[in-house]
């Protein structure tokens, strides 16, 4: 690490105002095979004349204009310090926030790296309510109640961007499991619609059972797993 932070600077303009950073170039081009190919690969300077050849040199700037700087402060994070900082004050914002950061980061190919350090902050946001419990003597059914979680476009990023066993998508399917339970149909259409959704719900319902009855589609008998009640 520490040679790659002692590097030559590349400079790197986010956005549509071009704020500058300065990275190190082994840095960037460890984590990002696009931009490693843009920072290696030998551009003109200046051109050729009649008795002189044309002076090459390395790439040392970068325009990632798709690129908000929120995005590029959280990334350089997680390249350096393989976490992310708290910059949020509620739950819904920091599923935002960590889900723009999801979207953006295949661009640059970095999707594996932000998908495995956002992890934790997600499962901590989808932990915290982002409104009050209803009273104890409430009826209402827990998956009709309005509560913290990824929306269904959150969700088809997830699917978007990450691959079968991705640490992500399982985090999207507990979280349905846990608010909709087990009848739920509140997602229904995203399991229809989204490749790999159901199957990754399925999935974690296996994981997450320890007892349950179900009815036999063929005999019509109740069972407990693979045993008859």
């Not at 190190?24 to 200046?46: E, G, Q």
């Not at 998956?143 to 990450?162: A, C, H, L, M, S």
Request: aromatic share 10%; proline share 6%.
């Amino acid at each position: 690490m520490y040679r790659m932070m002692s590097s030559e600077k590349v400079k790197i303009y986010i956005g549509q105002e071009e704020k500058l950073y300065q990275v190190p170039r082994a840095l960037i081009c460890y984590y990002s095979t696009s931009l490693n190919y843009h920072f290696t690969k030998d551009v003109c300077i200046k051109k050729a004349s009649t008795f002189h050849k044309a002076k090459m040199a390395k790439n040392n700037a970068k325009h990632l204009y798709d690129c908000q700087p929120e995005h590029f402060d959280m990334i350089l994070e997680c390249m350096m310090q393989g976490s992310i900082s708290k910059r949020w004050t509620n739950s819904r914002e920091a599923i935002e926030k960590c889900m723009g950061l999801v979207e953006y980061a295949p661009k640059i190919d970095m999707g594996g790296l932000v998908c495995e350090i956002v992890v934790e902050p997600l499962r901590q946001a989808i932990k915290s309510p982002t409104l009050r419990p209803p009273p104890a003597n409430c009826n209402v059914p827990r998956r009709d109640i309005p509560q913290r979680g990824f929306t269904i476009n959150e969700i088809k990023i997830v699917f978007k961007v990450t691959k079968p066993g991705n640490f992500l998508r399982a985090l999207v399917a507990q979280d349905v499991l846990s608010r909709q339970g087990l009848k739920g149909t509140g997602f229904e259409d995203a399991e229809n619609n989204i490749p790999g959704f159901a199957a990754e719900v399925l999935k974690q319902f296996r994981k997450s059972a320890s007892f349950w009855a179900w009815t036999d589609p063929i005999n019509g008998l109740q069972r407990t797993f693979d045993g008859y009640t």
